[in-house]
């Protein structure tokens, strides 16, 4: 997991001066998170988005339902963090759908951006992901539920 919890005082300074170039973005502070489940993995998948590699994202339902947490909905800001809990970049939600696991097509699996961006690739990581790192206790299932997200960067200041 991340190395730490993400300082507030950070987070909010980073989220005024994103807002001061984009006042039109809600005053209260959007929750912040990193992808993956290590450090070195929110650093890689950050990397993605910021170069405009990784236009999606996908979370097992399961893991939502256990946590607790609402699913992403469309027009929703986040920030997102480096492996080091550093915030990094404010993305918004552009679209979700809910997919069996082996129904998740190739376009998305391209989308995601990761290894070769193919479909095959994106099956062999995101199962040895849940099966390892799910919250939920059924881990992964071949028509287990995928929150499929589609992503925008709205904002990724060099340094705040």
């Given at each position: 997991m991340m190395t730490g919890s993400p300082d507030p005082a950070r987070l909010d300074a980073f989220w005024a001066a994103v807002r001061a170039d984009q006042p039109d973005l809600p005053v209260e502070r959007p929750e912040a998170w990193a992808f993956g489940a290590t450090p070195a993995q929110a650093d890689e998948l950050l990397a993605l988005v910021l170069e405009g590699t990784k236009t999606a994202t996908a979370s097992s339902l399961w893991d939502y339902e256990a946590a607790g947490d609402p699913l992403p909905q469309v027009g929703e800001v986040a920030i997102v963090l480096d492996g080091s809990g550093r915030p990094r970049a404010v993305l918004e939600?552009?679209?979700?759908?809910?997919?069996?696991?082996?129904?998740?097509?190739?376009?998305?699996?391209?989308?995601?951006?990761?290894?070769?961006?193919?479909?095959?690739?994106?099956?062999?990581?995101h199962e040895a992901f849940w099966r390892t790192h799910s919250e939920d206790p059924r881990g992964f299932a071949p028509d287990m539920p995928v929150v499929c997200e589609r992503i925008r960067v709205v904002a990724a200041p060099a340094t705040v």
């Open positions: 939600t552009t679209d979700v759908q809910v997919v069996p696991f082996d129904q998740v097509g190739p376009a998305h699996a391209h989308a995601e951006g990761e290894g070769d961006r193919s479909l095959e690739y994106w099956r062999r990581v």
